[in-house]
């Protein structure tokens, strides 16, 4: 009987786990993700199950064993760290979009802002404000904007004046709520809030290019993951990458 009892659970339980198609995706792929996943379930598949946040932590979590078929980071650094760990399957790498770098203000306090060498981000925060931006330890978007005030020469002021945020979605909430009067975030990210403006964009070259390297995770390697990796770069997925501001970089 117990024998009979454990080989049903296994019929029942493995299809569904066969059929869970998992996917690690950096915050600021949200919106864009959610769309193309409509479009993925209007053409007959089973819905993905989605893990949104810091590159970081989704890469920690697939380190520890967290299950999943696809990671999309924000960045180049924590892809390469699972590659190091052997947990990506390499050949499946591609680079599928870019961003923007932009300095956001509340909407209802809206400025421009030169974003130069020595440019007073101080003065723009006030006397006790901070500025709102994913933690630069680890969070993608804190490392491009250390990158780039760095490069502007406005780091060694700043510093201590951050407000580390857990992923960039966090940090502009911080400043949606007036908690913050500036933040960093990427371009797309401002670009679905109607509660930020964006004061100014970070030249380019101030910080490593922002590219978003998706792949297929080891363990994770499955028909339709592979299927549903070449939809999220394939006509239709392009179309709502743009409309939502990304850049492709293929």
């Given at each position: ?11 029942f ?34 819905p993905?199950a ?5 590159s ?34 390499e ?10 770098l ?16 020595g ?6 925060l ?25 490069s ?11 407000a ?5 979605r966090s ?30 964009i970070?030249?380019a ?16 390697d499955?028909?339709?993951?592979r ?13 709502i ?10």
């Amino acid at each position: 009987m117990r024998l009979l009892i454990l080989l049903c659970l296994i019929l029942f339980a493995h299809p569904a786990q066969a059929q869970t198609l998992t996917v690690f995706a950096a915050a600021s792929l949200t919106d864009g993700m959610k769309d193309i996943a409509a479009l993925w379930i209007k053409d007959g598949h089973e819905p993905p199950a989605f893990s949104f946040g810091a590159s970081s932590t989704l890469a920690r979590q697939i380190e520890q064993g967290a299950p999943a078929n696809i990671f999309a980071s924000a960045d180049q650094a924590w892809m390469d760290a699972l590659v190091r760990k052997g947990m990506i399957v390499e050949q499946t790498r591609r680079n599928i979009l870019g961003n923007d770098l932009v300095l956001i203000v509340p909407a209802d306090h809206p400025t421009t802002v030169s974003i130069q060498p020595g440019f007073d981000l101080i003065g723009l925060l006030g006397a006790s404000g901070r500025l709102a931006v994913g933690d630069p330890a680890h969070v993608p978007v804190g490392l491009y904007a250390k990158q780039a005030l760095t490069s502007l020469g406005v780091w060694t002021r700043i510093e201590p004046r951050i407000a580390a945020a857990g992923d960039v979605r966090s940090g502009m909430l911080l400043v949606e709520r007036g908690e913050a009067p500036v933040g960093i975030v990427y371009g797309t990210d401002a670009a679905i809030s109607q509660k930020v403006r964006v004061a100014g964009i970070f030249p380019a070259g101030s910080h490593e290019p922002i590219t978003y390297p998706f792949a297929i995770v080891n363990g994770g390697d499955t028909a339709e993951a592979r299927a549903f990796l070449r939809f999220l770069s394939g006509d239709q997925a392009r179309k709502i990458w743009i409309i939502r501001g990304f850049k492709i970089a293929d």
